[in-house]
Structure formats: C-alpha cells, structure tokens
C-alpha cells in the first residue's frame, strides 16, 4: 500500500483541497483509497465530503478510542464511503483531546511494565491501521491532520513515512516548505526511521501577480514542483456540494470552462509522479497523453514518470505495509 501525509503547518495552504483530490485522482483509475481526516477544526476533509455527521457526538466511536484500545464499535464501523472507491475515516472533536488519552493508555499499561519501558505514543495509528487489517484493504492511505507540528501529525508521520506539501507562491508559503522539512526530519531522527518528501504542490496560484509567478516558479525549479493549481472557484464549487473536483466536473458541470480544463490532468500527473516516487510506478498507458499536463506556456514542459522512464524513482519505506 502506497501511504503519504498531506501537510503544512502554516494555515491557508490548501492542504485539504489536495488531499480531497488527490484521493479521486487515484480512485479514478481503480485503486482503493482510504483518507483518514486527523483534523478536529471544523472545515476539515471529513466536512468537504459530507461524511462528518457525527463530528460533534460525544456518544459516537472514532479513531481516538481505538488509537488507545477502548473502541465502542469494530474499527471498519467508523469508516464512510465518500466516492466511488474513495473511503474516509471522519474525523472527531475528540482528537482534540489525544494526548490525554495516550497519557491514560501509557499510565494504564505501564503498571506491568519493567522501569525502563518506554511507550510507543507516535506508533499508535500504525499499530491500529495493522490490527484492522487496513495495508491489506486499500491500495493508498492519504492523511490529511491539522496544521500544528502536534501528536497528530507525528502519528500521521509515523505511520505513513511520507508527506505532500502543498505550499501557496508567496515569502511565507515558499519557507514553510524548509518548516515542513525540518520538522520531518526531526522526528524521523528522533523515532529513527526515514521520512521522504514525497511531492511539493504549488496552490491557489495567480499568474496575475509577479510575485505568485515568481515563487511558483522557485518551487518548481527548487522542489521539482511537478504541477501547479490556480486560485480557481471551481474549488470551492466542489466543497459547497460536498464532492471532489472530479465528481463536481462528472456529476454537476454541464460544461468545463477554459480555464479550468488542466485541473483534472495535473492531478493525475501528480498521482503519476507520486506513485513512481514511492517506487510504484503507473503503466504508461494509464491514461491517454491527452488526460495529463505535460506543458504551458508558464510551467513549461513537464516529465510523466510512468514506468517505462522511471529508472529514477525512489524506494520509500512505507510505514503502514
């Protein structure tokens, strides 16, 4: 199972959106894809895909009760069918409240422990998503947390071994990729294992503006950016009917205007691109050459890694396998 956490710890990223699309993207061609939404704030991934009903429920089960053991119900009772083979794990208000509930479980089952036995907090996701069967059921696992450097991200981090960035083309959008990074990084040498970058995504870009051009450009050249996505309103057109932006254009546009026409094509070129960087390389022949973004006249030409050119894409460890 291919497994990446979407991230930036600066708000107003577009980190939702991505994940949200990316998951479509994958699903449109077959594969099996779980999103777990770790984002108790309101407008989160669950919420644009109108599976967080009981968000709010004090009496509800969810992913917290069994990242410590204590789930009311079975584990595969908590996951909602979005899309078409697009499933998602909603997120809850409670996991506002998981470092307290790790704290309990550490407490709990370090009574029978020897003195030196250390608890394995960030391992939790991992060990649950192993327990239910999880790597066996789907063929990606997409982890949208919330923008804090926080337990949940680790946990993201831990068991996913992988991050998407998303980064808007701006001082402060082009430095949070070294933010990311750093505390990627940290972690992985602290809980000593490896985490990949596995793609950088510039977002909400408006050619309009120099300074926009200007920095998507660096994160091209400096992050090997595979593609770009305008500040288009056919994004928020997607999240008013609780949809991704490929059930939107299938389901609910009688027509796709101009400028909207490479959205669905760059996402498939980044699914593209992240699979073969996570050492699963797509056929060549996954879609047809006209389905992709492979050039602009602002990006310029763009490299399609499907397998027969992927000579060069990295093996990471994936932690959730």
């Not at 699309?21 to 407008?43: K, S």
């Not at 997120?91 to 998981?98: A, C, E, G």
Request: charge should be negative; include cysteine; charged fraction near 30%.
């Amino acid at each position: 199972m291919q497994a990446y956490t979407v991230y930036n710890q600066s708000g107003g990223q577009g980190k939702t959106t991505v994940a949200r699309d990316l998951a479509a993207a994958h699903a449109e061609i077959g594969q099996r894809v779980l999103v777990i939404d770790m984002d108790a704030q309101n407008g989160s991934l669950s919420n644009y895909l109108g599976v967080d009903d009981n968000k709010r429920n004090p009496e509800a089960d969810d992913l917290t009760y069994h990242l410590v053991d204590q789930g009311q119900d079975e584990f595969s009772d908590l996951i909602r069918t979005a899309e078409p083979n697009v499933d998602v794990l909603p997120s809850h208000k409670r996991l506002n409240r998981v470092d307290e509930f790790l704290d309990s479980h550490e407490n709990y089952i370090g009574q029978t422990k020897p003195d030196d036995w250390e608890y394995p907090r960030y391992k939790q996701l991992l060990k649950t998503l192993q327990k239910n069967d999880v790597p066996s059921q789907y063929d990606v696992l997409i982890i949208d947390p919330n923008a804090k450097a926080d337990t949940v991200y680790y946990l993201s981090l831990y068991a996913t071994r992988n991050v998407v960035i998303p980064a808007v083309p701006t001082r402060s959008g082009y430095e949070s990729i070294d933010g990311v990074a750093d505390s990627a990084q940290g972690f992985a040498e602290n809980q000593d294992i490896n985490i990949g970058r596995t793609a950088v995504v510039p977002t909400m870009v408006d050619t309009r503006k120099s300074d926009h051009k200007d920095y998507a450009r660096k994160l091209r050249d400096d992050y090997d950016a595979p593609v770009y996505f305008k500040s288009l309103s056919a994004f928020e057109s997607a999240e008013e009917k609780y949809v991704s932006i490929f059930q939107l254009f299938d389901e609910h546009r009688d027509r796709i205007r101009k400028s909207e026409r490479n959205i669905l094509p760059k996402y498939r070129t980044l699914v593209a691109t992240i699979c073969a960087t996570l050492g699963n390389p797509l056929p060549e022949k996954t879609w047809d050459s006209e389905e992709l973004f492979t050039d602009d006249e602002f990006w310029g030409a763009v490299n399609v890694p499907f397998a027969d050119i992927a000579d060069e894409a990295i093996d990471q460890t994936v932690g959730v396998n």
